[in-house]
Nanobody, 120 residues
Framework: VELVESGGGLVQTGESLTLSCAAS????????VLWYRQAPGKEREWVTT???????DYGDSVNGRFAISRDNALDTAYLQMNNLKPEDTAVYFC???????????????WGQGTQVTVSG
């Protein structure tokens, strides 16, 4: 499984960014997709999840500002980030979670991460 993230960059407070996560080597429409982030000197933080059925969940710090979506035809997930704040500055990681069944459980594949920097 390979995940390629894109869309990070430097923005001002209040601006928006959209991250993309393109997956290959997996049956994408069966996978959960998650986004995590890690700021310098801090622990990795879960941001959001979308199920294969499109059900979403968000961490408290981004709820109402961020939106996760997926396009199964393109094997791609997106993270729309609005009203960005300096505390959103972090490396953002895409995770594809494969369900391997009741015996093997789940396995997470991680992307390489993309830097988001919010100034101002």
């Amino acid at each position: 499984v390979e995940l390629v993230e894109s869309g990070g960059g430097l923005v001002q407070t209040g601006e928006s960014l959209t991250l993309s996560c393109a997956a290959s080597g997996t049956i994408f429409d069966r996978d959960h997709v998650l986004w995590y982030r890690q700021a310098p000197g801090k622990e990795r933080e879960w941001v959001t999840t979308i199920t294969p059925e499109g059900v979403t969940d968000y961490g408290d710090s981004v709820n109402g500002r961020f939106a996760i979506s997926r396009d199964n035809a393109l094997d791609t997930a997106y993270l729309q980030m609005n009203n960005l704040k300096p505390e959103d500055t972090a490396v953002y990681f895409c995770v594809v979670r494969e369900d391997l069944g009741t015996t093997l459980g789940q396995f997470d594949y991680w992307g390489q991460g993309t830097q988001v920097t919010v100034s101002g």
